[in-house]
């Protein structure tokens, strides 16, 4: 039995608020149960060097987890001096996925940073990390063709997250801090909203995974992001 | 005039949430009009090594800015590789602030880290720092005296801080953030709850200032603070 | 048509050479083609300090690029001060790989450390890094059985890894660079030597991809794996 | 009874000796008692990149401490790798002060940097180099005006600092080493030669402090930096 | 006697092989008995900006070494976060011995970088280095005049280098480890191909030595020379 | 014609002057005409862990260039965030030349750290650094031997450095900055006070050398350093 009684196949509750912050072109604060993450996109009418008059456009994230968004105290990037590897590793991520989804050449040369800061940590900080900051993305081009300067958002579609695990002989989706912890195989899946594949990265962290085991992971996957897709598409009705 | 018709030496509105994240010992959301800061106590039972050994305890202070509190994105400084001086010199006049008013003997070896972490940066995030950090502070102690580790809290009451700044003629409180780019000069006043002063930085910007001003700023400060205090008690009597 | 005229499914010719330098205790130099990977394995019998007392071993990784592996220079990492995210990324999927089929418990306090060293690179150099230190570590097993300090090899058989790809209407077996860059997935498969997937980390570097498309990959994937196993079972006959 | 029979609001012996190293436009070895400070200003035809083509000037500090000024050795900050919050701190003070005193649109794009390295330290080092810098920048832009690449010195007149505190019930002026590590309240004050405030910075150490003593601190260190402007002039006029 | 039977003036067996790698424009393989550099000379047309526009060359070098090039294994740099001392010594020698046999003014505004990268230690490391970045530059020019791009290889001659040393009542010639470590006195000679000397490191690490000593060992430093220009100029013949 | 009529292997006028600074167990201005290095020996009762528990001791250096040593700035060490390698260079250089004239056996578990920081350069800092912390060294053990940690001292005599080139036709000892940027060659020569050699470097900054000119390098050397070493001795004599 999961905590809160949540079915194998059932996402956490989703809470998507925007406007979070008042700054930021799009500002998205996302909840999966505790797992809250701050997604604030970033306009920038300048693109990095190594694309400078080609016409198109970038869109890069950056991440970062406040010291205490866990049980215990995480020491601070900044004071450290350096992000490390799992942060490196998590920010590529989901800036490969929000790019999957935008036309960099409809873009022109303007660049969309998206910040995803966690708050609280509970588990699939990066897949709602994506998921947040798919809308907070979709925020800040709407104010560019708002201003005038995009003719239309540019974004193909929401993109999306979900982490599934194997869990003793159960497929479960959008693990929560104590299932991942507990979990032998875990899988973060991104897709567009009509349900492709952008990334599948799954570790077997005890065990080996068969070919079954895989197909079983993405279903529940599947079932699990078309809920984060209408949540996403909802608080973007409002 | 003030924005929001504020009177010279009135505060913005102060609103201070408790328990705002699930694992700190402490966690306060202060918010002064439009500056948010998060700032989360955690409790160790371990103290610095150059202070093993003397049975007492140790608060410090972290502090962050989210990349986009800011109207326009700000480097992260995890990202760059270092805290830099500004962030620096307010986490170590945080840390002092907190100590000021903590019977560190009392608190046998423990150490208590509270993250002051911007959200959103509309003007005196230092000062809102401190008078939250002072609830969150609390929190934790009172945490320790709950489990047992202390018997009473060793704070000897709130710290609480404000800005003041001369703007052209007039002395104004608790300056927001196109006050304080206009402003000629701006202090930093750190008092106890009963008004006893711990720390006073003032800076002329533009013209240096006199000692009459220096004593109009304190006046202003004074009462700033004490409806600071007000709310960090009222809050904790929640 | 593929360069070389190699099939779909067929992998470089792959060359393992064992003992390449002196005095690593594994030591493999691995090559795929025109990728050339130096694995040397190195055992120190201390493991890292949140280990210690817990009567188990540990296996870690770290890799790194010659800066003229690549066709035009790339950076020292050594002299730019810090490793880039790639590589973090790289090293900490060899080692979760090498982790996978290796019994921790049953190596005592033993810490192995693999570095693979990427002294030409034409794609692939991290499943070539995997496949090779899968042997080297192989081999530094062996040479702790040999001196008593195990009575026996804790390797539960041998780790392999090859990336398949997506180019155009083609599923194509282990990527050479001008293949890599041209394909629209991406993906990196490991595998114990009796097929069952570690890790499977898929990219949509194009157009998304489908389930279909995931399964054509994976059995890609096992037929190249299948091959490279038997090349690495075949270098520890010598 | 203060070191050396010095009354409570009497300053140290001031050596101020110009021209002390052969190549910086301005130079000046500080010393207050036991603390000595050189203060070399560099002038370069170059203001930093925000600042460019906005026609007028920068003044910047930057502060350091050899090794073995102290009584037992400090790190070497450029091998520990960074400077630590205490020199940013000091060295942003310095010059915000000396910015304080100079018409920097009537300097041209021209910028000064001031290099004050403390020789030895007995307290009052950072009030020792705004003092010594203050001459140094003055005879750095003589040289302007001498190499007719200014009409006019743009300074406005000296800044001076000192350092004041309380001592169980003592007022005291220009503390050394020993009365700085008792003292319950330490404040740093710095003037214009006519003395007006540019910076107060006042901290508690033990007890907090009331206004009646920040008002006699302040009376305090106007007659110590009213000594030590005399003695700024005096060093200029020979 | 020394290992291998060799006479006190005489090199360990050299094998020089070119083309090693297959992207630098020069790659070679260095052997000095154990020891083993891969030294790879990389093509830019771009010089170093302080250089820019005074039509003339420059020629640098780095230096690294495996990991596990060593008998135990030393940390790597990238990791670490910076490179040692001894590595910036090496890297700055070998480049300064480069530049000291090449006509910079006939290159043009071409860089060349020499990357020396230690696969196997056993002594000598950085004189091997030279010795083989010598004969990987020759290809790199003649790789600009093949190209057209220069008229005619702008390098002088070889440069060679040895290590030589007293140990007891020897002078020995091109120490292995072994040899190395015992030594009283270790120095590096870099000479001309026709014997004029470029750099002389002679170090004491026992015994202080006399002039004498000096002149002995650069005796045994020109015999060892002489036969690595010959291996040099034998490699290049092919 | 050398500045200041000097001969060709004529020192510059040489000041040495102890107790420099009140702190360090030796102080040490040293004045090589208008080189100035400031070296301050400290003393820990603590050795670096790799030598604890061996009962020997131990001697390191640190070598720093205040930022406006140089006729034009140069960038703080402390600030870029790195000791440079030219740096790093010279402080192993000094730190080898002390050891080579201590009985570290004789010292006990005893450090002694050189710090050696220019005031003003004019050519030859690092040879006037260790001509200077030889003194400041001396002084140090003195000072054990006084406090009764030591029976001796356990220098064997003093070390001296001495920078030489050839300019021209000419040898030339001592070489100021105007020399040393012209001439061809130049070596840094360490000898013992008895004349035997500790380091000899020697660079071909333009045309190789010839061993005759290296002798003649050497014999101008020990001419100078016999001077300096009459200078150190005369100045522990007072």
Redesign the interface.
């Known amino acids: 039995m999961r905590p809160n009684d949540r079915a194998a196949d059932q996402v956490r509750p989703i809470k998507i608020t925007r406007n979070y912050?008042?700054?930021?072109e799009g500002?998205v604060l996302v909840e999966f149960g505790?797992t809250?993450v701050?997604c604030?996109a970033?306009v920038?009418e300048n693109v990095p060097r190594w694309l400078k008059g080609q016409g198109k456009g970038w869109v890069t994230a950056?991440y970062?987890m406040?010291?205490?968004?866990?049980?215990?105290?995480t020491r601070?990037?900044?004071?450290s001096?350096?992000?490390?590897?799992?942060?490196?590793?998590i920010?590529?991520l989901i800036a490969?996925s929000l790019r999957?989804v935008v036309d960099l050449p409809a873009m022109g040369e303007i660049m969309i940073?998206v910040?995803c800061?966690v708050?609280?940590a509970?588990g699939g900080t990066r897949t709602a990390s994506i998921s947040g900051a798919s809308v907070a993305m979709a925020d800040a081009f709407d104010s560019l063709v708002e201003s005038g300067k995009l003719k239309s958002n540019p974004m193909k579609g929401h993109v999306a997250a979900v982490s599934v695990g194997i869990l003793g002989e159960d497929i479960l989706c959008d693990l929560e801090y104590v299932e991942d912890s507990a979990a032998d195989t875990d899988?973060n899946v991104v897709?567009?909203e009509d349900g492709?594949?952008?990334?599948?990265?799954?570790?077997?962290e005890g065990?080996?995974?068969?070919?079954e085991q895989?197909?079983a992971l993405?279903e529940s996957a599947k079932v699990g992001i078309a809920n984060i897709v209408e949540a996403q598409k909802l608080s973007r009705s409002n």
Chains 1, 2, 3, 4, 5, 6 share one sequence.
């Open positions: 912050t008042a700054y930021a500002s505790n809250k701050l604030n970033t920038e950056e970062g406040l010291p205490r968004a866990t049980h215990s105290r601070r990037e900044a004071a001096g350096k992000q490390g590897g799992r942060t490196m590793e920010q590529r490969r999957a940073t910040d800061d708050i609280q509970d899988m897709m567009t492709n594949m952008i990334e599948v990265q799954g570790t077997a065990a080996p995974f068969s070919q895989l197909m993405l």
